[in-house]
């Protein structure tokens, strides 16, 4: 069974810094993975996809990388501001399950002022 | 466009009360998951549906059915809430082909008391 895993659990940074979020998975057989952002009592919005046969994705100040032979993923985010405290959860869909997505319980940022 | 959309928002329940929650979306997607969310214990699924008509169960499916009678929406049902079921529940829904994102409605805050 995939088991994805993400550390840290909880992050506090200042405003500014650049900084980095972790992802890894156990399988590698993967279509794509997923990163998403969880507000406090919201649901869950898409930040970026990255195809299994892609090594990043860019989105503004979001960068999201994959090596899926390692099983890890990275999303990195620059010029951290206090807007970006959320959760950032990830998320992979396996080739053998692939109506399904499997979660790692998320990261907790917190970008002080 | 509204995407992923669920009702209720919130709601509390009496043990032993019954109640369906509905999730509905407008993107003509195959897919749809009913999710619930614990401090913890992360994203959890708790039953799918591949297409109209379909379910199947997920991880943890004991004390929810589920229908998805008509493509665009997906039901979950509590025949006799616990107060472990006092959770947030998080519909989701992609399409079929693999290479694309999932999306998630708000959530629906149940508490059981």
């Known amino acids: 069974k995939q088991e994805v895993t993400q550390i840290p659990a909880a992050l506090s940074v200042p405003e500014g810094e650049n900084l980095v979020l972790n992802c890894s998975f156990t399988?590698?057989?993967?279509?794509?993975l997923q990163w998403f952002r969880q507000d406090p009592g919201k649901g869950l919005t898409s930040l970026l996809l990255?195809?299994?046969?892609?090594r990043e994705q860019t989105s503004g100040r979001l960068n999201a990388s994959l090596d899926k032979s390692s099983g890890r993923s990275t999303l990195y985010i620059a010029a951290s501001q206090p807007g970006d405290s959320a959760t950032y959860l990830c998320?992979?869909?396996?080739?053998?399950?692939?109506?399904?997505?499997?979660f790692g319980s998320g990261t907790k940022l917190n970008v002080k002022p | 466009n509204a995407g992923v959309t669920q009702t209720p928002k919130f709601r509390v329940l009496k043990t032993g009360q019954s109640m369906t929650l509905l999730c509905a979306q407008d993107?003509?997607?195959?897919?749809m998951y009913w999710y619930r969310q614990d401090p913890g214990m992360g994203l959890r699924l708790i039953h799918y549906?591949?297409?109209?008509?379909?379910?199947a169960k997920g991880e943890v499916p004991d004390g929810y059915n589920v229908s998805r009678l008509k493509k665009q929406n997906f039901l979950l049902g509590l025949e006799s809430a616990a107060p472990s079921q006092t959770s947030v529940y998080f519909c989701?829904?992609?399409?079929?082909?693999?290479?694309?994102?999932?999306?998630f409605g708000q959530g629906t805050r149940l508490t059981v008391v």
């Open positions: 989701a829904s992609s399409s079929d082909r693999v290479n694309t994102e999932a999306f």
């Open positions: 998320a992979v869909r396996p080739t053998l399950t692939f109506n399904k997505f499997y």
């Open positions: 399988d590698s057989a993967i279509y794509n």
């Open positions: 993107m003509n997607h195959e897919y």
């Open positions: 990255i195809q299994s046969s892609q």
């Open positions: 549906s591949v297409g109209e008509g379909t379910t």
